[in-house]
């Protein structure tokens, strides 16, 4: 893999260090002070850092404007952009905004329904969806061509990723295919979805290998600390496409639970080390929910810092 | 008024061509018809008010299908006359017949092994 | 009702050519009325058909059929026997008919003729105009009768716009603007102080937005 855009991200991925992502989700008010606290706050530790773009579909801060918040302070951003709720003028409009602002990182989704956030009865776009979106973005930038024709000289130089969930229906067979998609349309990175059943991670990667996909995208495995045994078991029960197996609830719930950050925290940890060996994984991204403090002791403890400086 | 045309032709006759329904047509060419006219009243003339201009949408409508299943469009014809104008009737099936003698036996007798014999000989 | 176009005859061509057994089945109801795919225009297409197999020199059995309705159980049966006889059927029914029927014949290709449109009336034969966009909460009480859902271009619901010029929508002048369609509606019924209402928005959960929909009626169900 080689560099093709002014992205660190991709830098580091093709340096064949373990790339470090993490995000931090904006808040629900126009404090932009927020960001700038979470940003410094994972900085040192990571190679880029997503804002989500109003998660689970609840109204917060736009990830455009945390992107432009983080690039001021000098830091990688990376732009997470769901199509739930805009077209294709305005998906392609933020994707020029954050290009001249020199953001070079996105990460294209087709984002959750609004049925699971806070404006429920709410209309939904969905013009393109995330495989579209990820074309929409790369005819941008090697043709320098929006959807509707139009071309223009100064293209924007994304780092293109995704999501891929290798726990969802119906089988990892078909999740695989599904990314060979996303492959084909010109994703460069994937950010997994949160890893607990490492053994169907595994049976993931090995059908990528086998097909070759591992060489032409980049996978970074989704971490996610558990804060206590509530967190596991809400993600286990709740959260659609999570597959929480019974032994990380067995053992979260099985320390006081004044340690069980703790425990979650060196589960994180252990994955880490163990997802290291998985061939095809390119890095990590770690997504502790509101728990951004804990970013740096995850990437201390999992051997990923200090951070390589590349020039 | 004993007006020649050409023997190939074979009239069927409606009361009016609104009568003629677009499977009407499909089907003579289904069966062979190198080439179908229809016949109508003037424009305006219509007896039934305007019998004549949905026989022109039909026909326009089979002309088009005739041209995508590779049977051609040209192969159907309409015109409109008065009971009044033998002459340009006799005239007018001579002209088609020519114009498909040019174009040959329909492509669905030559597929069907049918077309071995001269369509029809002109007569002035 | 449901208001449908026969599909392009190129586009079903392209669709059938490689079978030699293909069954069109039309259906009675809706698309029936729109003549886009009843009977008649399911003899149409199985003729055309048959010509451009026949022509291309190709034995092929081209049939046609129609059902009452193909959005019920009940009438799909009725070609539970015909169906191994055609490597291919194509439905001339809605996208609900094409649906159903691909529902209760698993194993069998299932092409749609026609391309579903909208929900409609018969302005004159060969001109319909979308009425209505079945989004599950009826407002029309509130808007004078005309749907600014369905006859919007921007299915606002405090139009008209800006846009709005000599009735006309600012899309094109062969579109009406729903809202001066209301707002003329409601001086007619003397109701105008609806006008001055501003309305809130939408639940759109009983619509698209919500996700499939299914109606449960526990009164009807046995």
């Known amino acids: 893999m080689s560099v093709t855009t002014p992205s660190k991200l991709q830098k580091m991925i093709a340096s064949g260090n373990f790339a470090v992502t993490s995000e931090v989700g904006p808040p629900r008010s126009a404090d932009g002070a927020v960001i700038e606290h979470k940003g410094n706050l994972i900085k040192d530790y990571v190679d880029a850092i997503n804002v989500t773009d109003n998660q689970t579909s609840v109204c917060r801060v736009c990830s455009l404007a945390c992107c432009i918040r983080l690039k001021l302070m000098g830091l990688e951003p990376c732009l997470q952009m769901v199509t739930r709720d805009r077209n294709c003028i305005a998906l392609q409009s933020d994707i020029l905004g954050a290009a001249s602002f020199g953001i070079h990182n996105i990460l294209c989704l087709t984002g959750d329904h609004q049925h699971f956030g806070d404006h429920p009865k709410c209309a939904n776009v969905f013009d393109l969806d995330s495989i579209q979106l990820i074309q929409t973005v790369k005819m941008m930038r090697d043709e320098g061509k929006l959807l509707g024709g139009h071309e223009f000289a100064v293209r924007p130089q994304m780092f293109i990723g995704a999501a891929a969930n290798p726990f969802a229906g119906p089988n990892v067979a078909m999740r695989v295919s599904r990314l060979a998609k996303k492959v084909a349309a010109g994703v460069q990175f994937i950010q997994t979805q949160c890893i607990y059943n490492l053994d169907k991670f595994k049976e993931f990667m090995k059908l990528m290998v086998d097909r070759g996909l591992h060489e032409k995208v980049a996978i970074l495995a989704g971490i996610t600390p558990m804060k206590n045994v509530g967190m596991a078991k809400y993600m286990q029960k709740r959260v659609p496409g999570m597959d929480v197996p019974d032994d990380i609830i067995r053992r979260i719930g099985g320390v006081p639970k004044e340690k069980q950050a703790e425990e979650g925290i060196t589960l994180a940890v252990e994955q880490i080390q163990e997802l290291k060996e998985v061939e095809g994984v390119r890095g990590f991204h770690i997504m502790a929910i509101e728990w951004e403090e804990k970013v740096q002791e995850i990437v201390e403890r999992g051997g990923l810092y200090p951070r390589p400086q590349l020039a | ?124 | ?222």
């Not at chain 2, 409508?61 to 006359?81: P, Q, S, T």
Request: proline fraction near 4%.
């Open chain 2, 1 to 124: 008024m004993r007006l020649q045309y050409p023997p190939s032709v074979r009239i069927i006759e409606v009361p009016c061509t609104g009568k003629v329904d677009i499977m009407h047509l499909l089907m003579a060419f289904e069966y062979g018809a190198d080439g179908v006219i229809v016949m109508g009243c003037l424009e305006g003339d219509c007896h039934y008010g305007a019998g004549n201009l949905y026989a022109k949408k039909r026909g326009n409508r089979v002309k088009e299908i005739l041209d995508k299943v590779g049977v051609g469009g040209e192969r159907l014809a309409m015109y409109n006359l008065t009971s009044g104008m033998g002459g340009r009737f006799a005239e007018i099936i001579r002209e088609i017949t020519e114009k498909v003698m040019e174009l040959g036996p329909s492509p669905i007798r030559v597929a069907t092994g049918k077309a071995v014999r001269p369509i029809a000989e002109v007569t002035t």
């Open chain 3, 1 to 222: 009702m449901i208001k449908a176009v026969p599909k392009p005859l190129e586009e079903v061509l392209d669709l059938v050519k490689d079978f030699t057994k293909v069954l069109i089945v039309g259906c009675d109801g809706c698309v029936t009325v729109c003549e886009a795919g009843g009977s008649k225009e399911a003899k149409v297409l199985a003729s055309a058909l048959r010509l451009y197999f026949t022509q291309a020199g190709k034995q092929a059995q081209i049939d046609e059929t129609s059902l009452t309705r193909q959005c019920e159980k009940e009438y799909l049966a009725q070609l539970s026997d015909k169906m191994d006889a055609y490597d291919a059927v194509v439905s001339l029914a809605c996208g609900c008919g094409v649906q159903y029927m691909a529902e209760m014949y698993n194993n069998k290709i299932i092409y749609p003729g026609v391309d579903t449109c909208f929900l409609g009336v018969n302005e004159e034969r060969g001109l319909y105009a979308e009425r209505c966009q079945a989004c599950g909460r009826c407002i029309l009480a509130e808007t004078g009768g005309v749907c600014p859902i369905a006859r919007c271009s921007k299915r606002m619901l405090n139009g008209p716009c800006g846009g709005s010029d000599q009735g006309k929508c600012e899309i094109s002048k062969d579109v009406p603007c729903g809202w001066e369609l209301i707002y003329e509606r409601l001086k007619t019924l003397g109701q105008l102080d609806r006008f001055e209402k501003p309305v809130d928005p939408k639940d759109w959960t009983t619509s698209r937005d919500g996700g499939p929909r299914t109606i449960v009626r526990e009164d009807l169900r046995i």
